[in-house]
Antibody, heavy 125, light 107 residues
């Protein structure tokens, strides 16, 4: 059974860079059928997609965050990572990683399943 | 970006009730619409993908319908474990967006 686990600091200072890693177990991150995505949820609010990456390194980013986001993949470790620069209090959220399934081979991704348990990142000095 | 809206934003229902949640897209998204359930303190769980396909392991009381701009998630007979927040998500555009959520609580 595929599982995803987020890891990284729970507290980041304003203006610094948030860095998280998602470790995939029970399956290969190099599958041709999936992208791998990051989604966040501020406390008490809704879901916001951040970006997704294919094992080859191809990415999709949320345009509203694109200037501050870098998503990378390490197939040797079965991990993918998120970096969000110049953070502010507005970036405080639970950050989830998830498998992002292709709608069909050769098409963009569609739905997210499964999800990691999420990790709360607080931006505060 | 494609904007997603949901109605109602919240509803109160009883066990055994039939519940319908609506999701509307700001432009046609064909059938590229997915539904998730989220319980407090937990990650979202995929229920329905491609508007009407039931994810493996999800009870058959959940169903989805619609195409174009208007979609519905129906719970045929609400169970105690179904009290949660439900989100729709469009995957027509690669600027993936979620609806604001519908909270279903106990009447």
């Amino acid at each position: 059974q595929l599982q995803l686990q987020e890891s990284g600091p729970g507290l980041v200072k304003p203006s610094e860079t948030l860095s998280l890693t998602c470790t995939v177990s029970g399956g290969s991150i190099s599958s041709s059928s999936y992208y791998w995505g990051w989604i966040r949820q501020p406390p008490g609010k809704g879901l916001e997609w951040i970006g997704s990456i294919y094992y080859s390194g191809s990415t999709y980013y949320n345009p509203s965050l694109k200037s501050r986001v870098t998503i990378s993949v390490d197939t040797s470790k079965n991990q993918f990572s998120l970096k969000l620069s110049s953070v502010t209090a507005a970036d405080t959220a639970v950050y989830y990683c998830a498998r992002h399934r292709l709608r069909r081979l050769g098409s963009p991704p569609g739905w997210f399943d499964p999800w990691g348990q999420g990790t709360l990142v607080t931006v505060s000095s | 970006d494609i904007q997603m809206t949901q109605s109602p934003s919240s509803l109160s229902a009883s066990v055994g009730d039939r519940v319908t949640i609506t999701c509307r897209a700001s432009q046609s998204i064909s059938s590229y619409l997915n539904w998730y359930q989220q319980k407090p303190g937990k990650a979202p769980k995929l229920l329905i993908y491609a508007a009407s396909s039931l994810q493996s392991g999800v009870p058959s009381r959940f169903s989805g319908s619609g195409s174009g701009t208007d979609f519905t998630l129906t719970i045929s007979s609400l169970q105690p474990e179904d009290f949660a927040t439900y989100y729709c998500q469009q995957s027509y555009s690669t600027r993936f967006t979620f609806g604001p959520g519908t909270k279903v609580d106990i009447k």
